[in-house]
């Protein structure tokens, strides 16, 4: 895979394609063989082509059990010995690296989460776990050399803030070291909902594309277009993903609710016509952690206690997720930027995305209410779907004081519509 010549989507073959993500960051230290591929085989059907992966354990937020698999050994006083990789780990990661690529799903790799960093809120929380930069410098070589025959994407970041020039300065050398282990593999970063990328990262020339989370607080969903806008605003042209929106199933904060399939669709099509059209990302609330019965999850207080892995995965918004992956790839949508101004009166959550010249114009409607564009789109050819159902319907068109209207549909879910002359 590689991005396009004008930094706005992703190639592979020479083909446009867009990535559609689903989060196991525990995948490598607790998923089982015979689950892993009860896994692959359900993603792969519902249109995921990607899989977001942290190599090292996220320490601050896990789900722990018996049978949990470490790539150090452990010290007596609980700190990893970095000099000594555990061989299973990484064959064992390989493997399922290896049956994901057979299944036609590559792997997105975190390389360093937080915790493992000097200056970052991760590490402030676990000291015991920040490498050293020579101690990095051998996990990288292990890391390309373990994944690099399945062309892997590397995230050099996981949840950082970016605060401290310690921490800048190590994943600045992290991308350049990706870029010479690993040159024909894609780049990116992954940070807290709260930041923004420092210049230092933000334009170096070894990063190929941004991501970010808008994450999991219940009263901050906007950020699923604050988010894409800013890095759309940035100095260098990238593609532009939100690969962790709220997680379905998850909860917002000492048990005041859990986001929905609803929830999760809103905020994708926020962000797919927000600015971040090269692709998507997904997560279900105890799969990203690979939860059993009997684990004890570490982060209860705020997320809720997770549901059971195989529950997790059954949940429907993963259909949703894909079938957006499907319309925004099918219809060319990674093409649109965020065009609000195409709005005249409308109520709140209605995204508008089009392609500079208009031939093209996307329009997102969370529930059913009319929608005036302020340009007349009467001549051009309308699509529309219920996103609730998955189906393509028959929109109902008006005319209005300044343009086109969108006229309320005839059932309680969101629309998508889509506008070509």
């Not at 591929?37 to 995921?48: A, I, K, T, V």
């Not at 593609?239 to 986001?259: A, I, T």
């Not at 996103?387 to 086109?404: E, I, K, M």
Request: charged letters at 20%; one cysteine or more.
């Amino acid at each position: 895979m590689a991005t396009a010549p004008t930094g706005d989507h992703f190639l592979a073959d020479g083909s446009p394609v867009v990535p559609c993500a689903d989060t196991v960051w525990a995948a490598f230290t607790d998923a089982r063989p015979d689950e892993w591929e009860r896994y692959l085989s359900l993603r792969r059907s519902q249109g995921f082509d990607t899989m977001l992966i942290s190599v090292l354990p996220i320490l601050h937020d896990r789900s722990v059990h018996e049978t949990t698999r470490e790539p150090y050994p452990l010290r007596d006083d609980g700190t990893y010995d970095f000099t000594a990789p555990d061989a299973d780990y990484f064959t064992t990661a390989q493997e399922m690296v290896e049956r994901a690529a057979e299944q036609g799903i590559r792997a997105a790799l975190v390389a360093l989460w937080c915790t493992y960093v000097p200056g970052t809120w991760g590490s402030d929380r676990n000291p015991h776990a920040v490498m050293s930069q020579q101690e990095t410098a051998n996990y990288l070589e292990l890391l390309t050399r373990t994944f690099h025959a399945y062309d892997p994407i590397y995230i050099a970041s996981g949840d950082d803030k970016f605060a401290t020039p310690d921490a800048v300065e190590r994943y600045a050398w992290t991308l350049g070291q990706l870029a010479k282990l690993a040159p024909d593999c894609l780049t990116t970063l992954h940070s807290t909902p709260d930041t923004d990328l420092p210049a230092t990262l933000a334009d170096s020339p070894d990063l190929d594309f941004y991501s970010y989370q808008s994450g999991h607080g219940h009263g901050h969903q906007a950020k699923a277009y604050d988010l894409a806008e800013l890095y759309l605003g940035k100095p260098v042209r990238r593609p532009v993903l939100n690969l962790e929106p709220c997680y379905e199933g998850h909860g917002y904060g000492q048990g005041l609710g859990r986001f929905t399939r609803d929830d999760v669709r809103r905020a994708t099509w926020w962000s797919l016509l927000g600015g971040a059209s090269a692709g998507i990302g997904y997560g279900a609330h105890g799969l990203w952690g690979w939860h059993r019965p009997g684990s004890r999850f570490t982060s209860g207080a705020w997320s809720g206690e997770p549901f059971t892995w195989n529950v997790a995965l059954q949940f429907d918004g993963a259909w949703d997720v894909g079938f957006a992956r499907s319309v925004v790839e099918d219809h060319g949508l990674y093409r649109c930027a965020p065009r609000q101004d195409l709005i005249a009166t409308s109520p709140p959550g209605v995204r508008v995305a089009a392609t500079p010249d208009l031939a093209t114009v996307a329009v997102y409607v969370p529930h059913p209410f009319d929608v005036e564009l302020g340009v007349d789109l009467g001549g051009y050819a309308v699509t529309a779907w219920d996103l609730g159902d998955r189906r393509r319907v028959t929109p109902s068109l008006g005319t209005g004081a300044t343009g086109t209207v969108l006229r309320q549909p005839a059932y309680l879910s969101d629309t998508v519509y889509l506008l070509s002359g």
